[in-house]
């Protein structure tokens, strides 16, 4: 079966400070992975996807970048946090092959308070 | 462009059955989802429905879709406390598999 990991689970960073956080997916292979940015209260943005190792689209312009170096792993990085970034971010996958293609699923979301 | 509209709160007393409502604005939308998140969580999958279907029932899972109206409800029987938690509708938008979310229903179930 497939699942889906984040790292790390809560983050609290300093201003101006670097960022990464990454997802990886096991049990599939060529899936689709997103990044969403849920801020406190409010619905996800999509921040990120990807169809394939180093090839990304970015949705929205702003302080953050993506990357793919392996078939299942996505990675979000900043290289100087602002206070405006905090909030839960959370990584899906699709499938693209086989079963159901036309279904999201989302990993348990990295908690970013930036002070 | 692409908007899904839901209110915001729902309150319901434990027993009843609770429908939160959601619009969405792209009619070439093929798949409606509702996504359920518990506090400090991500999103579990509840259902789908695909765009040809008006109704589709998943034990106490109710989901009704009125293309014309672009219009979509999800009703649950019997409201445990458990079901307390945000309940977000998302249309699939373009081929890419990209999701459009409403801002999410929080329901609040009353002992």
């Known amino acids: 079966s497939q699942t889906i990991h984040q790292w790390p689970a809560t983050l609290v960073q300093p201003v101006g400070s670097p960022l990464s956080l990454e997802c990886t997916v096991e049990?599939?292979?060529?899936?689709?992975l997103y990044w969403y940015r849920q801020a406190a209260g409010r619905g996800l943005q999509l921040l990120f996807y990807?169809?394939?190792?180093?090839?990304i689209s970015s949705e929205v312009p702003q302080n953050l970048s993506a990357s793919r170096p392996q078939d299942r792993q996505f990675i979000l990085s900043s290289k100087k946090l602002l206070l405006s970034d905090s909030g839960f971010y959370l990584c899906a996958w699709k499938g693209t092959s086989g079963g159901n293609t036309d279904t999201q699923y989302f990993g348990p979301g990295t908690r970013l308070t930036v002070l | 462009g692409e908007d899904v509209e839901q209110s915001l709160f729902l309150s319901v007393r434990e027993g009843d059955s609770s429908v939160i409502n959601c619009t969405y604005t792209?009619?070439?939308?093929?798949?409606l989802y509702w996504y359920k998140q518990e506090p400090g969580a991500g999103l579990q999958l509840l259902t789908y429905?695909?765009?040809?279907?008006d109704m589709k029932q998943d034990q106490r899972l109710t989901v009704l879709l009125n293309k014309k109206d672009k219009h979509l409800s999800l009703r649950i029987a019997d409201t445990q406390t458990g079901d307390s938690a945000i309940y977000f509708c998302a249309e699939k938008a373009g081929n890419t598999g990209k999701l459009i979310f409403g801002q999410g229903t929080t329901l609040q179930v009353k002992p």
């Open positions: 792209d009619s070439s939308s093929t798949y």
């Open positions: 429905i695909f765009s040809n279907m």
């Open positions: 049990g599939t292979s060529n899936p689709n």
């Open positions: 990807s169809v394939g190792i180093g090839q």
